[in-house]
């Protein structure tokens, strides 16, 4: 039931931050461009874990509830985008909680089907980065994934962290709290400070 | 039995409008390439909605007319094609009858398999523009849903028609034709008029 | 069994392979990014493969060696990537065996789903060209496979004459070692000698 509530939420959010996401592209959107790149945002992650799972009937088209989420997200985005745009932030922060619900469900999720703890941890990332990574293609973008900042990496800490403490039989609502928590705590200290990971050095790229 | 010709017939056009989509990129396909993309276009929606569906097997790997009326449209691309090429218009009118049939027969296939019809229509959607989606990727331009004149929402009107029709009785095929007919006149008047969605306004574009 | 081993030793060479291609890239890449390209290359292919046959459980998801591969080949990536990077032609040959391997199991595997022989044909080129394509999108290169040199058409042949060598009864291990070397060669060949497909003439290019 928690976990329920916790996908529309990240349905929500993934939908408002996916809705946005066009705003600072030359080209602008029209209202059918908008809506799109914030549906794919929203599904794209969960329907792609689903697939490679074979978990049908896929959710958002058995659960009306989740189609209603999405169209809730867009209301908000055309009255309030004055008001959220404003806030750079707040945008941010709708992205966070998203990767941060998502990545714990996908795990979740991925558990009930009875898969292995490493698969399981890899379509929790997918899940949370994979919407995100479909909508930068669509808008040409290099995916935030590639960002600078800490972000995929933060997703993994967070379903590493879970997974282990499912496994020493944490209560699953708590561990789902304290990773999603990591996760989100994470990825604002890493683009606060400006935190990333070490580059992967090429060595000196001289070509043969 | 209409929905099977129409299927049919939708690949064909499908695969001569993306077989020439590369014409205009500034490096030349080869043979491979330009009969990949056309494949791609031709099968990319029907095969995302049918894994969407979980609707096994998956059309083109059961039937083989599909493969032939491929094949069928490259070998009327390689020998038509400096005539098929003069007639800009024609390439357009390929592509608008595509959309056109696939929507509905997205729609009717989403139903058979006793999806909700608001899930239908998005997956209507889906079946006529993903395969011109990931053909626009796949060539690195801007996906042509995102154009300026009315695309995917003239599929999205013929798709409520088409719902909205069979909710009222209205027979299958008289409902398939009349919506179908309503996707390819809206589009090929958005065109001949320049008529384009209103513009979502970001604001003022400020960056805080 | 020479299939399943096969299989591993082609993850380990796109691994390889994958996570070495975002070097020529102008932004770097930290560890996340090159071992996320090099799991997408790895694994794209054969997971699209088994998605439109629906062959669950996804190979990856079932077998824990899989994953294993992968993680064997960042390993050695990141001690012996200066040896393997001075040697362009390495590189080359190790996703030229990739793709021999990967065509001929795609192949094998959409026969044993009772897949008829062109579709089992295409499955085979999906199944080994198209994680490179997921990674070439991602990473915002032209896909390898619209590449001047003969690189699909490679695979089509082996796949053609691998079931042409079993429908005239030959032992499968003998066809598939003929066919994924034919490949090998024939991509090897054409690199060497700059052969490429013929171009596919869109006439004089006036637009209407």
Known sequence: MLFYYLNLTGIF?????????????????????????????????????????????ISWIEDGNILLSIIGAFVVTIFFKNYIIKLRRTLFLFDTVGIGIYTILGVQKS??????????????????????????????????????????????????VYVTMLYFNVDSSVAASVSMALIIIIR?????????????????????
Not at 25 to 40: A, E, L, R
Request: net charge neutral; with cysteine.
């Open 111 to 160: 558990l009930e089907h009875h898969v292995n703890p490493f698969a399981a941890i890899i379509l929790g990332l997918i899940s949370a980065v994979f919407g995100g990574v479909i909508r930068d293609i669509l808008i040409n973008e290099i995916p935030l994934i590639f960002a600078k900042e800490i972000y995929a990496t933060a997703c993994i800490a967070g379903a590493v």
């Open 188 to 208: 604002i200290i890493s683009v606060k400070y400006k935190l990333s990971l070490p580059k992967f050095d090429f060595g000196n790229e001289t070509k043969d």
């Open 13 to 57: 959010f993934f939908t408002l931050s996916g809705s946005l996401a066009a705003r600072d592209k030359k080209y602008y959107h029209d209202y059918f461009g908008v809506f799109f790149t914030g549906f794919i945002t929203a599904i794209g992650g969960g329907t792609l874990r689903d697939i490679i799972l074979g978990a049908y009937p």
